[in-house]
């Protein structure tokens, strides 16, 4: 698997997107700056959690507009995937890549802990390592996390089984039916705000996220 | 030419800052605050001469990055060199 972390003004998970991306395929992804305005031939690109631009203006909203983001945009049309966590959540969603938008947490308050979550779906290539229904247990590190969609945007990502992941009793943020990340129509680019790198390896105090890069490798390798 | 948007959050969605804010002034001792919601407020000066043509400029600023039409309304106020409405 061919893959590559974006790199933006104040990213801070860049590294340890790139670290879970080696373990699971042997190999590290390009590391590539947000001012480039070419991507090499890949077959997943990793839109990284962070605080790019410092938030200004709304969360993700100015690295939406990057250079590097023409060129993602143009990748995931040609149908490749696009892991989009936290930050780049944001990013995706205000770059038109998934619908809706992450709005402030509901308690106004920066949340960091683990979240219980449940898997609900396992057709795409970040969640073929799951189980429907899976219980599992990843960190999430966001002031603004709370998806925000209208109704009849939400009935379709339900209606289509595009929710991948729902707060299972535990939502941290208010977002609109505990939903925790989404995917696109074609299930190319999944937008997520709980940190699956975060939980990758067993030094971290949890592994439940490593499935995402291992599916993601069996995938599209 | 002066421009001003104004960029709110629509009706129905949570505005946790607005409310934060609301209960910091009932806090004060101001009684009868019902409600208060947060915005933003972008002063832009425009090369422009011509008022339609900067109002349709600033529209498409306003699509493209100033607001999210998902979650926010803006409003343009066009014209003014500056004039404040605030006390000095």
């Known amino acids: ?221 | 030419m002066q421009a001003r948007v104004f960029v709110t959050l629509k009706n129905g969605v949570l505005d946790p800052q607005g409310k934060a804010i609301e209960h910091a002034l009932r806090g004060l001792g101001h009684d009868g605050v019902e409600k208060v919601r947060q915005g933003k407020m972008f002063e832009i000066e425009l090369a422009d001469t011509d008022a339609a043509s900067a109002e349709q400029r600033l529209k498409v600023m306003c699509e493209r990055l100033l607001a999210n039409t998902v979650i926010e309304n803006y409003r343009i106020e066009i014209g003014g060199e500056g004039q404040g409405t605030g006390a000095s």
């Open chain 1, 1 to 221: 698997m061919k893959s590559a972390v974006i790199v933006f003004p104040g990213s801070n998970c860049d590294r340890d997107a790139a670290v879970a991306l080696h373990q699971a395929s042997g190999k590290p992804p390009a590391m590539v700056w947000h001012g480039n305005s070419e991507l090499p031939d890949l077959d997943l690109v990793v839109l990284p959690g962070g605080f790019s631009y410092g938030d200004y203006l709304r969360v993700g909203a100015i690295a939406a507009l990057s250079p590097i983001m023409a060129a993602v945009i143009r990748h995931a049309e040609r149908g490749g995937a696009v892991f989009a966590i936290c930050n780049g959540f944001q990013m995706a969603c205000e770059a038109g890549l998934l619908p809706g938008v992450l709005m402030n947490n509901a308690a106004g308050k920066y949340v960091c802990r683990h979240v219980a979550m449940r898997v609900e779906d396992t057709l795409s290539p970040f969640t073929a390592g799951y189980q429907s229904d899976q219980r599992i247990s990843i960190p999430v590190a966001h002031h603004d996390g709370n998806y925000f969609a209208d109704e009849a945007t939400l009935d379709r990502l339900e209606g289509e089984g595009l929710v991948a992941f729902r707060y299972d009793n535990d939502n941290p943020n208010g977002s609109r039916r505990d939903i925790a990340g989404i995917l696109s129509a074609n299930r190319r680019v999944l937008g997520m705000m709980p940190h699956p790198e975060r939980a990758a390896d067993p030094d971290l105090g949890g592994t439940d996220g490593a499935a995402m890069f291992r599916s993601l490798v069996e995938t599209l390798a």
